[in-house]
C-alpha cells in the first residue's frame, strides 16, 4: 500500500466536518443549528473504505498530530487491540523459552494476574490515551476505568467461602497505593490504650485522638459507610453518578465492588458491566474537559482544553470487538444524556457493524455538512426513543484518485492534506498563565480597593451593599435611567433595603418592615396561624424631587400598613399579614424586568405569596408585568389604574375602581346635570409610553358624543395660547376637563386663570383621577396663584374622602355610615396620622385632615385577599392548612355570594374584574389654595357600602339617613 496521503472526490468536505467536529466551541458560543451552547454531541462516524483509502485514518492522524497539538489523537487497530492488551497485562501463553533459561522460570513470570479485559479495544485505547500530553498537559489518569476494569478482571481467592469484604478492601487498598489493613472496624481496644497513654502530652493529639475514636465507634455501629481510604471520589461516583450496575443493590462500595468481581458477577450483568466500563471511560474525559468546580468556579484546565478526544479505530469489523464497542459507547449515551468530549471515527472495509440499523443512510463525504446537519436534527427524538444507531454517523468512502486522475477532482480535494484543513484555535487568552497571573494582580488590586465601580454604582442608585441577614429577602440592582440618573429597583422585605429619598415614604417602609418583622415572630411563636403576603409594587425612585408622586405612593403603603397592624393584632386563627415592597422605578419604566428577572422567581420559592398590589399608573410597562403576572398564575390587584382593557391583561388581574369608560360616564352626566354647553378637554399632545391619558381621552370623546355634548380638544403643548381667550368669552356654562398627570395640573391652573380679571366667566375646571396626588399634596397647593380657584375632581375612594375629619384627628368614625370596618380603620388611622406628624418635617407631614383615598384602596385591596382566605378556611377541613394556593384564592374573587365591604364601598368581582360596579365621584373643593378646604361631593356613579344606602336624587351622593331593609347582607 503507498505512503502518499489518498484523496479522493468528497474528502475536502469530509475533513472539514471531522475538523468542525473535533475543534471545541468557545464556552458562550450559541450554535443556532443544534439550539445549544457551548459544547456539542459528537457522532460515531464510521467509513467503509476499500483498499485504495486504506491509509485515511493514518493519514488524518500525522495531520492532525502535526497541525492541531490541542487535539488529542489515538489511532488503534482493532484486528490487534485484543493481542496487544493481552501481551500488555502479560496473559498470554507463555513465549518460547530460549536455550539456557528455565522453562519454569519463564512460565512464573507470565503467571496470569488477572483476567483479560472484558473489553480489549477499549483497554488498548486508554493505554494509549493515558500517556498522551497536549502542550505538556497529561490527559488522564483515567481512574474510574482502571477500577472498574481491575475489579471485573479480579478473581477472589475463595469466593463466598470467606471475608469477601477484607479481602476486597485489602487488594483496593494495596491498588490505591495504601497498606493492605482492611478497615474493619477493629483496633477500638488499642486505640483506647494509645488515646490513654498520651492524653496529658498534648490538646492536639487529645482532639485528634477523640476523633479517631469517634470514628472507629461510629464504623463498628454502620454510622459510616465501609470505604476504602484513596478512592473516596471514585466510590462517590460508583454509587452516586452512575446506575448502569444499580449500586443501590448493594449496601457500600465494598458490597458493589465484590458484585464486579469474577465468580461474584452474575452473566446477565455482563452487558451492564461492559456499560460500566465505557461510562467509567467516558466520565474520566469528561471530567477533564469540564470548565467549573462544583458549578460554580472556573476550572482554567477545561477552559485550556480547545479540542476534542478523536479515537481513531481502523480495521473495524462486527467480529473483533468494534461492533460491539461502537454498540456500547452509543447506548451508554443515550441511557446518560450527558455530555462526553470523544469523537470516534471508525473505518473498515465491511459495511457498518451492528448496532446500526439495516437500510439506513450511507453517506457519501461530499455530503458530508449535509449529513452532519441531518444527523444533529434527528438526534434529539432518536435519543429519547434509546435508538441502537442514535449516535452514528456512517459513510462510503470512493475509491482513491490515481495520479493521473486527481486533475478530476475539485480544488478543495486536491488541497485537503494543508495545513491549515487541520489546524484547531488556541485556548483562551485568558487562560494563559501570564494572562493568568497579571489578572490574578489586577484582581486583588480590585479586592483591595475599598470602593469598586460596583459598590460606587449600588451607592450612587441607593441600593443595600450589607448582605442582609439570614432569612431576609432582598434583590435590587442598580439601573441607569438616563444621565446622572441611576435607581435603586427591585424588592425588599426587610430593613436593609429602604427605597427612595423622600422623607415620609421612607419613614412608612420602615414602619411596613417592622411589621413584617412582628409577623414573623408571631408566627414562629404560633406555626399553625395562617400567614400570607402580599408585593406592593410601585415606582418608589426618581430623579429630583416629586413629591405630589412619593406622598401618593405613601399613602397607598400607609394604607397596607394599617391593614398589617389591624390583622396581625387579631386572634391566632386570623391571617398574618406581611408586605413585601417593589419598586418599578420612575414611572415603573422598569417593572417588567423586576418582574421577569425577581418577583416572579420570589413566587415560586415563596407560595404564602399570594399576589401583587399596587402597579402605581396605567403605561406600557406596567401593562407588560400585568400580563408576566398572569403568565405565571399571580393575581394582580391595581388600586389605582383606570386604564380600559386592562383585565384583557391577564385572567388573574383585578381593579379596584372603575375604568376610564366610566370616568367618561361620570363626567357625561355630571356636564348634562350641569346642562353645560361644552366640554373642552385638554390633556398632552404625546403620551408616549402613558396609555392612561390616551384612553382616558378616547372614551371621554366617545361617551360626550353619545350624550350629543359639544367638545371642544386642546392639547397641552398648545394650551399656552389658547387659554388666555377663556377671559375674553363669558365660558362660565362650559367646562374644562383636564385630562393629565398631577405634576402638570398646577401649570394648567395658573395659564387658564392667569390674567383674568372676572373668574366668574372661567368654565368650570374639573381633573382626572391623577389630581388625587396634587390635592393630597399641601406643598403642591401653597403658591398664591392658585388662590380662590374652585376645583372639581375625579375621587376614586370618595366614601372614604368624605368621612368626617374626626377619623383622622381623633380616630373615630362619627360622619360616615355604613362601613362596618370604618371604626377599627380610624382607630389605627388617627394614631398613625398623629404618629407621622410627630416625626416628619413640617413640609411632608400628611397636609389633609380628612382619611386620603389611597390609604383606603390599598387597605380594601389587602382586606379582599383576607376575606377571601377566611372565607376558603370556613368551607372545611381541606382548607385549613397555613399557606392556600394563590389560585384558590384568586378564584374564590369571582364566586358567587362573595363580596367585601371596604372603608372605600362594597368589593365585588362577579360581575366585572376591572370594578366596575364600585363607586366614583366627582368631588369640589372651592378654594384648591386652601388645606383646610374639605371636599364635598356633586355627583357620583356606582355602588356605595351597601345598596340600601341613601343618595341624593339629583346628584347621587350618599346623605346622612337609615339603610333601607333591601340593605345587602
Not at 434527528?378 to 442514535?390: C, Y
Not at 417593589?582 to 417593572?591: F, L, S, T
Not at 416572579?600 to 407588560?624: A, I, K, Y
Not at 375612594?797 to 371604626?823: I, M, N, R, T, Y
Amino acid at each position: 500500500m503507498s505512503d502518499r496521503n489518498p484523496v479522493f472526490a468528497g474528502i475536502g468536505t469530509l475533513v472539514e466536518v471531522i475538523r468542525k467536529l473535533y475543534e471545541r466551541p468557545r464556552p458562550f458560543t450559541w450554535s443556532q443549528e443544534r439550539e445549544i451552547r457551548g459544547d456539542h454531541p459528537l457522532p460515531i462516524i464510521y467509513l467503509q473504505h476499500d483498499g485504495t483509502t486504506a491509509g485515511f485514518l493514518r493519514s488524518l492522524e500525522t495531520s492532525i498530530l502535526e497541525n492541531a497539538p490541542d487535539v488529542p489523537v489515538l489511532r488503534v487497530d482493532a484486528a490487534t487491540a485484543a493481542r496487544h492488551s493481552l501481551e500488555r497485562w502479560r496473559l498470554g501463553p507463555p513465549p518460547s523459552t530460549p536455550d539456557g533459561q528455565d522453562g519454569e522460570d519463564a512460565a512464573k513470570a507470565y503467571e496470569r494476574p488477572r483476567e483479560p479485559p472484558l473489553l480489549p479495544l477499549l483497554d488498548e485505547a486508554r493505554d494509549g490515551l493515558s500517556v498522551h500530553r497536549t502542550r505538556g498537559r497529561r490527559l488522564s489518569g483515567f481512574t474510574r476505568y482502571r477500577v472498574a476494569d481491575l475489579l471485573t478482571g479480579t478473581k477472589l481467592e475463595a469466593p463466598r467461602t470467606r471475608d469477601d469484604k477484607a479481602e476486597i478492601t485489602a487488594f483496593l487498598k494495596q491498588w490505591a497505593g495504601g497498606g493492605a489493613r482492611a478497615p474493619d472496624g477493629g483496633g477500638v481496644a488499642e486505640a483506647l490504650n494509645r488515646l490513654v497513654q498520651q492524653v496529658a502530652s498534648s490538646p492536639i493529639t487529645l482532639m485528634f485522638g477523640l476523633f479517631w475514636l469517634g470514628y472507629r465507634i461510629a464504623r463498628l455501629s454502620r454510622l459510616v459507610p465501609a470505604s476504602v481510604p484513596g478512592l473516596a471520589r471514585e466510590s462517590h461516583w460508583f454509587m452516586r453518578r452512575q446506575a448502569m450496575v444499580v449500586p443501590k443493590h448493594s449496601r457500600n462500595f465494598l458490597d458493589f465492588a465484590t458484585r464486579l468481581t469474577v465468580g461474584h458477577r452474575k452473566p446477565e450483568m455482563e452487558t451492564s458491566v461492559k456499560k460500566l466500563l465505557v461510562h467509567a471511560f467516558l466520565e474520566d474525559l469528561r471530567v477533564i474537559y469540564r470548565r467549573r468546580h462544583f458549578k460554580v468556579f472556573p476550572r482554567l484546565d477545561g477552559y485550556r482544553r480547545t479540542g476534542y478526544v478523536v479515537l481513531l479505530i481502523g480495521n473495524a469489523t462486527a467480529d473483533n470487538g468494534a461492533g460491539e464497542l461502537l454498540g456500547l459507547i452509543n447506548s451508554v449515551r443515550n441511557e446518560t444524556g450527558d455530555f462526553d468530549p470523544l469523537l470516534v471515527i471508525a473505518a473498515g472495509e465491511d459495511p457498518p457493524p451492528e448496532p446500526i440499523e439495516p437500510g439506513k443512510i450511507v453517506y457519501h463525504p461530499a455530503k458530508a455538512l449535509l449529513a452532519l446537519q441531518d444527523w444533529w436534527r434527528h438526534l434529539p427524538d432518536k435519543r429519547q426513543t434509546f435508538a441502537s444507531d442514535a449516535r452514528h454517523l456512517p459513510f462510503r468512502l470512493p475509491p482513491a484518485a490515481v495520479p493521473a486522475n486527481e486533475d478530476r477532482l475539485p480544488g478543495d480535494d486536491l488541497s485537503v492534506w494543508r495545513s491549515d484543513a487541520f489546524a484547531c484555535r488556541r485556548a483562551l487568552w485568558l487562560t494563559r498563565s501570564s494572562v493568568l497571573r497579571v489578572a490574578g494582580l489586577g484582581a486583588v488590586a480590585v479586592l483591595l480597593f475599598p470602593l469598586s465601580g460596583f459598590a460606587l454604582r449600588q451607592l450612587e442608585a441607593g441600593c443595600a451593599l450589607r448582605m442582609p441577614r439570614l432569612g431576609s429577602r432582598v434583590s435590587v440592582r442598580a439601573v441607569t435611567f438616563g444621565r446622572d440618573d441611576v435607581q435603586c429597583v427591585g424588592y425588599s422585605a426587610d430593613k436593609t433595603q429602604i427605597f427612595g429619598s423622600n422623607e415620609r415614604l421612607r419613614l412608612v417602609q420602615k414602619k411596613v418592615l417592622d411589621e413584617n418583622e412582628a409577623a414573623r415572630r408571631s408566627h414562629a411563636a404560633n406555626p399553625g396561624r395562617p400567614y400570607i403576603g402580599l408585593v406592593f409594587f410601585a415606582a418608589f425612585t426618581h430623579k429630583g424631587s416629586l413629591q405630589d408622586t412619593d406622598h401618593a405612593v405613601s399613602e397607598e403603603l400607609e394604607g397596607l400598613l394599617l391593614r398589617q397592624r389591624i390583622q396581625n393584632g387579631k386572634s391566632s386563627t386570623e391571617p398574618l399579614l406581611e408586605i413585601i415592597i417593589a419598586n418599578g422605578g420612575e414611572k415603573m419604566r422598569e417593572a417588567p424586568r423586576v418582574t421577569r428577572d425577581m418577583l416572579l422567581s420570589l413566587f415560586r420559592r415563596d407560595p404564602r405569596l399570594l399576589g401583587v398590589v399596587g402597579l402605581d399608573r396605567t403605561v406600557v410597562q406596567t401593562e407588560e408585568a400585568i400580563t408576566m403576572f398572569g403568565g405565571a398564575g399571580v393575581p394582580a390587584f391595581g388600586t389605582t389604574l383606570t386604564g380600559t382593557g386592562l383585565e384583557k391583561r391577564s385572567p388573574l388581574y383585578f381593579q379596584m375602581v372603575p375604568s376610564n369608560r366610566f370616568q367618561a360616564i361620570l363626567l357625561a352626566e355630571y356636564a348634562r346635570s350641569l346642562r353645560a354647553t361644552r366640554v373642552v378637554i385638554y390633556h398632552p399632545l404625546g403620551q408616549g409610553d402613558d396609555t392612561y391619558i390616551g384612553s382616558l381621552v378616547k372614551a371621554t370623546k366617545e361617551k360626550l358624543r353619545e350624550f350629543r355634548i359639544p367638545i371642544g380638544d386642546i392639547s397641552w403643548a398648545d394650551a399656552g395660547g389658547d387659554l388666555h381667550q377663556a377671559c375674553d368669552v363669558d365660558r362660565h356654562k362650559e367646562i374644562a376637563f383636564f385630562a393629565g398627570r398631577e405634576n402638570e395640573f398646577s401649570d394648567f391652573l395658573r395659564a387658564i386663570t392667569g390674567g383674568c380679571a372676572d373668574r366668574g366667566t372661567l368654565p368650570a375646571i374639573v381633573a382626572d383621577d391623577a389630581i388625587s396626588r396634587f390635592v393630597a399634596n399641601a406643598g403642591s397647593r401653597r403658591s398664591s396663584a392658585l388662590a380662590g380657584i374652585p376645583v372639581s375632581y375625579v375621587s376614586l375612594g370618595s366614601l372614604l374622602v368624605l368621612a368626617d375629619s374626626s377619623c383622622s384627628e381623633q380616630g373615630k368614625a362619627s360622619g360616615a355610615q355604613g362601613a362596618a370596618q370604618l371604626a377599627s380603620f380610624c382607630s389605627e388611622y388617627g394614631a398613625l396620622y398623629k404618629d407621622l406628624a410627630a416625626k416628619l418635617s413640617a413640609g411632608e407631614k400628611p397636609g389633609l385632615s380628612w382619611p386620603a383615598e389611597r390609604v383606603g384602596l390599598t387597605f380594601d385591596a389587602a382586606g379582599v385577599f383576607i376575606d377571601s382566605v377566611l372565607s376558603i378556611r370556613r368551607d372545611g377541613p381541606w382548607a385549613q392548612a397555613a399557606t392556600l394556593d394563590r389560585a384558590a384564592v384568586a378564584q374564590r374573587f369571582r364566586e358567587p355570594g362573595f363580596a367585601s365591604t371596604g372603608v372605600t364601598g362594597l368589593i365585588d368581582f362577579v360581575r366585572s374584574r376591572a370594578g366596575d360596579h364600585r363607586n366614583l365621584a366627582l368631588l369640589r373643593i372651592a378654594n384648591i389654595h386652601d388645606i383646610n378646604e374639605r371636599p364635598v361631593c356633586v355627583f357620583m356613579i356606582g355602588e356605595l357600602y351597601q345598596p340600601g344606602q341613601r343618595r341624593d336624587p339629583r346628584t347621587h351622593c350618599p346623605v346622612p339617613g337609615p339603610l333601607r331593609s333591601s340593605a345587602r347582607k
